[in-house]
């Protein structure tokens, strides 16, 4: 009888693996629910609330001599929801995630909990189906409708999507970038949302991971979760490709439409005859970029760096601004391979680690020396040459085997594995001399942005739960980890036989090192315009003409301005704002003035609860809002970064970049500072000049902060590392709190010289 039983059982567990029962099938929705935009529930904010907002704002810009009618507003232009394929894989229960998080609830959070003045959301292309993308048009018009009178609205809506590439090599890796359309009528947005050909839309447009078949049933309670994923990835495959010989303004709306290349995706838009923004994100984030990538290709004139006039400084996945000289790998000379590079002051390359962790293990398996350090040498060959896979070479490591390897040790919240030459600096500091009339540079306004994906804008309010306001996420038992990871291989002293090839076979998601990026994973950054109305004409036109800075979350208010730039007619002087690109003939002046964020009040303001439910207040905003007092925190200094771009070709960039070039204690009583400089030497260096500052505030908690939280001994080596698990290892009340100087950057002012 017992094994009749036994029989039975398995019978049954098959039928419900097959899927072949019918009543089942219907009744527990086997085959999965769409799941939609949601249904948006809060209201307009009081327009008393945004009066007092803007009269707080113009007493600081008063008591720092700035004209009281201008304003600085605030806002978060890259959003995900659980129409991105990573964001619903990780809102899944077996990740520790709280269920799905529509387009409404990017809405309602916008305006209540972090109180944005403007944001977007901007899902991955390369999950955005026909319909996806009709439900976003309708649910971001149905947001902005609630803004009230659109002369004076209490926040502004855009819509856009994420061009999501990513390539396998340096040479054919160009990264993510935002493409943001200023209306919401039709006529102005794409037909369809542009996905990035190659890994991201094989990756994206199918499931990132291959979740179990049997998943529902080890997980019954939450069952209709995983079926929901499974039907969400079906609707995307089922979309068809569109053919790549029409032209985007021929194609049909039903199809799954991808470019490239950035120039090919500026092409297709173009084609469309609309306007928009492109705007690059996450450049330096190794976590997807190649070892070796560099931004020199993307100043071909086929690849159209001249639209990207903004880009984003930094994220919830760290800070892309600052160049280093040390190098992950070195490549060789063929542009196919590479060698690893010995370690430096404030830098150990992750392939030397793995050469290291193998040398390790091999002493103290009482091998010869002369045998480790051959494997080592080995190791460290194989691992510079993998790309972001390096750490599938090592059996049975952990993430503290790796120590801070492959970090910036010296960097303001720097992403995970930082690719210096695809960081902003850099970026700012090449030349294209292809055509030696016109030599190519990027043209940059800086921005910040969340990045989030659990439908939260503007996260970076209060360092608070960091399962909610960060991407952390990750299995919450042991059992769990090991269904999602597989059971891990025992430690060898020996690299595993992993190579190149096998890796080609492989998608995306399986080759990072997702457990080590947690500890990267902190609160969002802002983007902030200056403006003289609310308007959504007045904020796209600040975008577009780089009035803008960005912020690594706080509110902190900030001018820069060139007070002695030529008149347009030729005769005097006037201010150009952040931004600017001006020639002159005389050494250029400076002015900056800045203020620091408001200090914050535990929980959400008054007006919050006549808006929204209390059940979806806490839904959303876990009880913690944007809540400022009336006491702000003091900047301390004012930092400059002088950049001489490139005058020649191979000239090197390390000598170009000069951070920090001037420093200023900032007299800071409450009301911020007011600061001056000129640079004397322009005019006898004879080379144009790039100019941005920083305005630094004191030192406040940061979620992840410390990133992989480091242990170093008197000579500065990293002896251990604390990680920040984005798993049941770090507890999710530790919120993984350091203090740091949360900071503004303006945008450049681009200073040419008359030749």
């Not at 020199?296 to 690849?303: G, N, P, T």
Request: charged share 25%; with cysteine.
């Amino acid at each position: 009888m017992r094994r009749i039983l036994i029989g039975v059982g398995v019978l049954v567990l098959i039928l419900l693996g097959l899927g072949i029962t019918a009543y089942g099938a219907a009744s527990w929705d086997w085959f999965g629910r769409t799941r939609g935009a949601g249904t948006i529930e809060g209201r307009a904010v009081p327009a008393e609330v945004i009066a007092a907002r803007g009269q707080a704002q113009a007493t600081a810009a008063s008591a720092l001599g700035q004209p009281a009618d201008e304003r600085v507003l605030f806002g978060d232009l890259h959003v995900h929801t659980t129409f991105s394929t990573d964001a619903f894989m990780w809102s899944l229960p077996l990740f520790g995630g709280e269920g799905v998080h529509p387009l409404a609830d990017a809405c309602d959070f916008a305006r209540y909990c972090s109180q944005l003045d403007f944001f977007a959301v901007t899902d991955h292309a390369e999950a955005i189906t026909p319909a996806r993308w009709q439900e976003t048009r309708e649910s971001i018009r149905q947001c902005n409708a609630i803004s009230g009178d659109p002369q004076s609205p209490d926040m502004v809506s855009f819509i856009g999507f994420e061009w999501s590439q990513v390539g396998r090599t340096p040479a054919d890796h160009y990264g993510h970038k935002n493409v943001i359309f200023p209306g919401l009528d039709d006529e102005g947005l794409a037909q369809r949302a542009i996905a990035a050909a190659g890994v991201a839309s094989a990756t994206l447009r199918g499931s990132p991971l291959q979740l179990n078949r049997w998943l529902p049933f080890l997980d019954w309670r939450h069952h209709q979760d995983y079926f929901d994923f499974a039907h969400y990835t079906r609707e995307i495959r089922d979309v068809p490709e569109c053919a790549q010989d029409t032209p985007s303004n021929e194609l049909p709306a039903n199809c799954f439409e991808s470019a490239a290349t950035p120039g090919e995706l500026v092409e297709r838009l173009d084609q469309q005859h609309l306007n928009y923004l492109l705007i690059p994100h996450g450049t330096s984030w190794g976590f997807y970029t190649p070892p070796g990538t560099t931004f020199d290709k993307q100043l071909r004139a086929e690849e159209h760096p001249e639209r990207q006039v903004l880009i984003e400084i930094m994220s919830g996945h760290g800070n892309s601004e600052e160049f280093r000289s040390w190098q992950d790998v070195i490549p060789n000379a063929d542009g196919t391979s590479a060698t690893c590079p010995s370690p430096s002051a404030n830098y150990e390359p992750a392939c030397w680690r793995a050469g290291e962790i193998i040398r390790e293990r091999c002493l103290a398996a009482h091998e010869p020396a002369a045998s480790c350090e051959a494997r080592a040498v080995e190791t460290r060959l194989r691992a510079a040459n993998l790309g972001v896979a390096y750490h599938l070479l090592i059996d049975g490591e952990s993430p503290e085997d790796w120590l801070d390897s492959g970090q910036c040790r010296d960097c303001f919240v720097p992403p995970f594995n930082h690719r210096p030459r695809t960081s902003v600096q850099y970026g700012l500091a090449i030349t294209n001399f292809d055509d030696p009339q016109h030599w190519r540079r990027f043209r940059w306004g800086f921005i910040g942005s969340s990045d989030n994906h659990r439908a939260r804008p503007g996260t970076g309010f209060k360092p608070y739960d960091r399962m909610r306001t960060t991407e952390a996420a990750g299995a919450q038992t042991d059992e769990w980890r090991t269904r999602i990871l597989g059971p891990q291989p025992p430690a060898t002293d020996r690299p595993n036989e992993l190579t190149q090839e096998e890796l080609m076979t492989r998608s995306g998601f399986q080759l990072t090192e997702g457990e080590r990026q947690a500890s990267f994973f902190t609160t969002g950054s802002l983007a902030a315009v200056h403006v003289e109305g609310r308007t959504r004409a007045e904020i796209y036109a600040a975008l577009q003409r780089r009035e803008v800075y960005a912020t690594s979350g706080p509110r902190i208010l900030l001018w820069f301005d060139l007070l002695n730039a030529p008149a347009e007619s030729g005769r005097g002087t006037r201010n150009a704002a952040m931004g600017s690109e001006v020639t002159m003939t005389q050494a250029p002046r400076f002015r900056v003035r800045a203020a620091g964020e408001f200090k914050q009040n535990p929980g959400c303001p008054d007006f919050t609860a006549q808006g929204m439910s209390a059940e979806r207040l806490e839904h959303l905003c876990g009880g913690e809002c944007y809540n400022p007092t009336s006491e702000r925190l003091h900047i301390t200094r004012i930092e400059v970064v002088r950049i001489r771009p490139q005058i020649r070709p191979g000239e090197d960039v390390a000598t170009l970049i000069e951070d920090v070039w001037r420093s200023f204690p900032c007299n800071d009583v409450g009301q911020g500072c007011t600061v001056e400089f000129t640079d004397p030497s322009f005019v006898g260096g004879r080379r144009d000049a790039v100019y941005y500052v920083r305005a630094i505030q004191e030192p406040t908690p940061r979620i992840n902060g410390g990133q992989l939280r480091s242990t170093r001994d008197a000579e500065g080596r990293t002896t251990a590392v604390n990680p920040c698990h984005g798993d049941y290892r770090t507890s999710r009340t530790d919120q993984c709190l350091t203090n740091v100087e949360e900071r503004a950057w303006a945008s450049p002012i681009y200073v040419s010289a008359r030749r």
